[in-house]
């Protein structure tokens, strides 16, 4: 992570603004299926820009389709998450992060990267919707749109992520100048400022595991380190034996989650870990066209 000192000139950083659009609201159940950002700094108004629809490798029901414009037919050829966000985060570098309702865009991407057993980005991130609440108390509502027309900026359109993106740099824009903010310690006096790996129950949680769920937890990690498969007897929405390739853990609102690779469905699964009930090493690998 980019080290920035509370002095440290807004002017020398580089921001990018991004957005998702995604088949629903859980980032365990449900997937993306565009990401977009938009890279700059205060100097001067040149932009460079990152955009791709996502094949959500699901279906994209109608009631989606109506809200951002995303069909099935035009993520077809797209490529999935496994390519797709490991490409943005290389774009963006260490960039500052900036997003409104930031909590929501974050957790997608950083359970995305988790699910590819990669480490989570460092990069600092700015929240516009704590900026919003912060310094427009006068403004009726805090959604994007309601920032962008009670700050008077160009309206556009919304619900795809390349356009939010830009409405979200236009908002910090806007803010910075209008409330004269030149230093990193501006922000972080407000509270808009965390880290995208920040994981604020991470540890809690599996601290208070039950030593049962902890020996499964440490059975899985095993054997994503040997590479070897393992069977689980899974209690989920019905009771059932799988053998399984692991991947990795996934920690998200306050569950531990097994991304795998299941020779039953032949495709990746993700199974929370306090609902196996037994796991037994396998000692041998699954093909899969999952990268583990």
């Not at 516009?128 to 108390?137: G, H, I």
């Not at 509502?141 to 939010?164: C, I, M, N, W």
């Not at 990746?268 to 037994?278: A, G, L």
């Amino acid at each position: 992570m980019l080290e920035i000192a509370p002095d440290h000139g807004l002017d020398n950083l580089t921001f990018v603004a991004f957005d998702v659009e995604t088949t629903g609201l859980s980032p365990i159940s449900n997937a993306l299926v565009e990401l977009s950002g938009v890279k700059f700094n205060l100097k001067d108004d040149q932009t460079e820009t990152f955009s791709t629809l996502i094949n959500p490798l699901c279906e994209i029901t109608p009631q989606l389709t109506s809200i951002h414009g995303i069909s099935n037919d035009m993520v077809a050829s797209s490529p999935t998450y496994h390519t797709a966000v490991p490409a943005f985060l290389e774009w963006a570098g260490d960039a500052v992060f900036i997003a409104h309702n930031a909590s929501f865009d974050v957790e997608f991407i950083r359970v995305n990267i988790s699910k590819l057993g990669k480490p989570c980005p460092t990069n600092f991130v700015i929240d516009t919707l704590v900026l919003s609440r912060e310094l427009l108390r006068d403004s009726p509502r805090h959604q994007l749109k309601t920032v962008v027309d009670f700050l008077g900026l160009p309206p556009g359109e919304y619900h795809r992520a390349l356009s939010d993106s830009f409405h979200v740099r236009g908002i910090f824009m806007k803010l910075m100048e209008q409330e004269n903010y030149k230093q990193w310690q501006n922000l972080l006096a407000l509270g808009s400022v965390s880290s995208f790996s920040y994981d604020r129950f991470k540890e809690e949680i599996h601290a208070s595991m039950p030593e049962a769920v902890k020996e499964i937890m440490a059975g899985i990690e095993a054997a994503i380190n040997e590479k070897v498969s393992v069977s689980i007897t899974y209690n989920g929405a019905f009771r059932s034996k799988r053998t399984v390739q692991p991947v990795s853990v996934i920690h998200s609102r306050g569950n531990f989650y097994l991304n795998a690779f299941c020779q039953k469905v032949q495709a990746e699964r993700i199974f929370r870990v306090d609902k196996i009930e037994t796991l037994k090493m396998a000692r041998a690998r699954i093909k899969s066209s999952v990268s583990v």
